[in-house]
Nanobody
């Protein structure tokens, strides 16, 4: 079993930055993919970014490419999401997730483990 706990959300102005962190407990194998999704009020949960735990290969949604960076620290069992040049449309609850099967796509059903979420609000 893997448990995920997010931190780092908050309120920021347009153009600002935030760094989210996800602490994972339990054994994370090199085949795992760790990721971030987000869900705005009244909308579906959507893919943001993912990273392969072993080789560090990353994948991003088009809407955040060039602004967000996902990284992992294998020793600390953490996955971070650095968010720069934030926009009001980035406002959402951000969820950390893990796929033991190495899936790095945008289908949330393929991810087995989820954190409780952290709120990010970008004011205009």
């Amino acid at each position: 079993q893997v448990q995920l706990v997010e931190s780092g959300g908050g309120l920021v102005q347009t153009g600002g930055s935030l760094r989210l962190s996800c602490a994972a407990s339990g054994r994370i194998f090199s085949s795992y993919v760790m990721g971030w999704f987000r869900q705005a009020p009244g909308k579906e949960r959507t893919f943001v970014a993912a990273i392969n735990w072993g080789i560090g290969r990353t994948r991003y949604a088009d809407s955040v490419k060039g602004r967000f960076t996902i990284s992992r620290d294998n020793a600390k069992n953490t996955v971070d999401l650095q968010m720069n040049t934030l926009k009001p449309e980035d406002t959402a609850v951000y969820y950390c997730t893990a796929s033991p099967r190495g899936y790095s796509g945008s289908d949330s059903d393929e991810y087995d483990y989820w954190g409780q979420g952290t709120q990010v609000t970008v004011s205009s």
